[in-house]
């Protein structure tokens, strides 16, 4: 319990340091001044090449930046998931950044996104009513689902739609009326820099029926329609425990019974606590399910969780952020490049032939500082200390090979291996009598993090 607190009350922990107002630029990707537009439709209706090259170039140039700010980002974010004292905070910023999937690719605005991550980390644990309420004014959002280009008269449906379908009840929740009354609701609703903007001359302000909730309705009553419908809690604990724990068995499946039951308290308690996420998830984390082994289906590891979970409980050195970055990319998972509106789709998609490798690789880097796919020189000249990782052992227990082999099973799986990897890692350690202690225990490491087992959580 104590254990629980100490990581849902991650508030009482400092703070990682904040980036500087010079980290990320906010005005790289900064709308046309007016004088710029009537430059632009000047050049354009005389038709001077000259000047149309040169604002060309600057947008180009402007592009070019806004990548290398992204990437830097990129950097900066997997740095603060291994380096943070609030573990599940960064946890569950990731969780919301694959719920509400935005990606750099659409909206080519790497402050926006920015922006986007601050808030998911304001209202991580937090309240998911008021996150819905700040995601339908949240820019990046709006760009990426073309809100700024709903209008009265002329609605765009894609934010209403997804909101329901993948953001909140799931399909069969609603009906196709309920879309395109959302859509109203949702007229005007855009942004102007880097804030949020209602435009009351786009806005629908007739009278709507949505879910069941009729008047003249805005986003905000759209999004209390939503929250009154009983498939909301039901979906977000669904979602919650398929990235804790693992999915939720198919009908016929023995193990689904007591998953279903679990999800449905989770949703009523997610319901009393009137969308506060922090009960919900603390009676997750403390229930036996959470806990069973065997009752508990086992998830695979999704490249983030791979990569920083290695760095924090191996205690790797991080190497090079921009590596690391690259060799989550080919396990699948860029950050902030979700690949579409769905988010990842994770589980078994995460491995296949290529992925597996460059898994094995990864960890290969961590503990060697060997570059993926590379036989140069290690990357930098720290070397790996396994020394936390057999801390407390008592002298019998670091001698004999077979004692040691099963203490290193143990603290680094989180699910139970065969007696003939456990033997023929004692055998290995065997082989490497004559080698330091602390070599050899690298070595196995290497050995345990390729394991099939290693992938899951």
Same mark, same amino acid.
């Given at each position: 319990?104590?254990?629980?607190?100490?990581?849902?009350?991650?508030? *009482?922990?400092?703070?990682?340091?904040?980036?500087?107002?010079?980290?990320?630029? %906010?005005?790289?990707?900064?709308?046309?001044?007016?004088?710029?537009?009537?430059?632009?439709?000047?050049?354009?209706?005389?038709?001077?090449?000259?000047?149309?090259?040169?604002?060309?170039?600057?947008?180009?140039?402007?592009?070019?930046?806004?990548?290398?700010?992204?990437?830097?980002?990129?950097?900066?974010?997997? %740095?603060?998931?291994?380096?943070?004292?609030?573990?599940?905070?960064?946890?569950?910023?990731?969780?919301?950044?694959?719920?509400?999937?935005?990606?750099?690719?659409?909206?080519?605005?790497?402050?926006?996104?920015?922006?986007?991550?601050?808030?998911?980390?304001?209202?991580?644990?937090?309240?998911?009513?008021?996150?819905?309420?700040?995601?339908?004014?949240?820019?990046?959002?709006?760009?990426?689902?073309?809100?700024?280009?709903?209008?009265? %008269?002329?609605?765009?449906?894609?934010?209403?739609?997804?909101?329901?379908?993948?953001?909140?009840?799931?399909?069969?929740?609603?009906?196709?009326?309920?879309?395109?009354?959302?859509? *109203?609701?949702?007229?005007?609703?855009?942004?102007?820099?880097?804030?949020?903007?209602?435009?009351?001359?786009?806005?629908?302000?007739?009278?709507?029926?949505?879910?069941?909730?009729?008047?003249?309705?805005?986003?905000?009553?759209?999004?209390?329609?939503?929250?009154?419908?009983?498939?909301? #809690?039901?979906?977000?604990?669904?979602?919650?425990?398929?990235?804790?724990?693992?999915?939720?068995?198919?009908?016929?499946?023995?193990?689904?019974?007591?998953?279903?039951?679990?999800?449905?308290?989770?949703?009523?308690?997610?319901?009393?606590?009137?969308?506060?996420?922090?009960?919900?998830?603390?009676?997750?984390?403390?229930?036996?399910?959470?806990?069973?082994?065997?009752?508990?289906?086992?998830?695979?590891?999704?490249?983030?969780?791979?990569?920083?979970?290695?760095?924090?409980?191996?205690?790797?050195?991080?190497?090079?952020?921009?590596?690391?970055?690259?060799?989550?990319?080919?396990?699948?998972?860029?950050?902030?490049?979700?690949?579409?509106?769905?988010?990842?789709?994770?589980?078994?998609?995460?491995?296949?032939?290529?992925?597996?490798?460059?898994? #094995?690789?990864?960890?290969?880097?961590?503990?060697?500082?060997?570059?993926?796919?590379?036989?140069? #020189?290690?990357?930098?000249?720290?070397?790996?200390?396994?020394?936390?990782?057999?801390?407390?052992?008592?002298?019998?227990?670091?001698?004999?090979?077979?004692?040691?082999?099963?203490?290193?099973?143990?603290?680094?799986?989180?699910?139970?291996?065969?007696?003939?990897?456990?033997?023929?890692?004692?055998?290995?350690?065997?082989?490497?009598?004559?080698?330091?202690?602390?070599?050899?225990?690298?070595?196995?490491?290497?050995?345990?993090?390729?394991?099939?087992?290693?992938?899951?959580?």
């Amino acid at each position: 319990e104590r254990a629980v607190d100490s990581l849902l009350d991650f508030e *009482r922990a400092p703070e990682y340091p904040k980036p500087k107002a010079e980290d990320f630029d %906010g005005g790289i990707m900064a709308q046309p001044t007016e004088e710029a537009r009537r430059e632009l439709m000047r050049a354009r209706r005389t038709q001077d090449e000259d000047a149309l090259a040169r604002i060309r170039q600057a947008r180009q140039e402007r592009q070019r930046l806004d990548r290398g700010q992204i990437a830097r980002m990129r950097r900066w974010w997997l %740095g603060r998931m291994i380096e943070t004292g609030r573990p599940l905070e960064e946890k569950l910023t990731l969780f919301w950044h694959g719920h509400f999937a935005t990606s750099y690719r659409t909206i080519e605005n790497s402050y926006h996104l920015f922006l986007q991550n601050e808030l998911f980390r304001r209202h991580a644990a937090g309240s998911f009513a008021g996150l819905l309420r700040s995601i339908i004014r949240d820019p990046a959002m709006l760009a990426y689902l073309d809100n700024n280009e709903n209008r009265k %008269g002329r609605p765009n449906e894609n934010l209403a739609r997804e909101l329901m379908e993948l953001f909140t009840l799931g399909e069969g929740a609603y009906a196709e009326r309920d879309i395109k009354e959302g859509a *109203r609701a949702l007229t005007g609703y855009s942004f102007e820099g880097n804030g949020f903007v209602f435009r009351g001359a786009d806005h629908d302000d007739g009278p709507k029926s949505i879910l069941g909730r009729s008047g003249r309705l805005t986003g905000d009553d759209f999004v209390a329609a939503v929250l009154e419908k009983p498939a909301c #809690a039901d979906f977000i604990a669904s979602r919650v425990y398929r990235f804790f724990v693992g999915e939720i068995p198919p009908k016929g499946d023995p193990k689904r019974a007591p998953v279903v039951g679990l999800v449905r308290s989770l949703a009523g308690t997610l319901r009393a606590a009137r969308y506060e996420m922090k009960p919900m998830l603390r009676r997750l984390f403390l229930s036996e399910h959470f806990h069973d082994r065997e009752g508990a289906p086992a998830r695979i590891k999704s490249p983030a969780e791979l990569v920083v979970g290695a760095v924090r409980s191996l205690r790797t050195p991080t190497r090079d952020l921009g590596e690391l970055t690259r060799v989550m990319e080919m396990m699948g998972q860029s950050l902030f490049f979700p690949p579409s509106v769905a988010g990842w789709e994770g589980g078994r998609s995460w491995i296949n032939s290529s992925t597996l490798f460059a898994r #094995a690789n990864a960890l290969r880097y961590l503990l060697t500082g060997q570059p993926q796919g590379g036989d140069g #020189a290690p990357d930098g000249d720290e070397r790996y200390d396994p020394a936390p990782m057999i801390e407390g052992l008592d002298h019998r227990a670091r001698a004999e090979p077979a004692l040691l082999a099963r203490e290193l099973l143990n603290r680094t799986l989180c699910v139970e291996t065969t007696p003939e990897k456990e033997k023929a890692l004692a055998g290995y350690l065997r082989s490497l009598a004559r080698e330091d202690l602390s070599t050899a225990v690298a070595g196995a490491l290497s050995l345990v993090t390729a394991m099939p087992e290693y992938q899951l959580c």
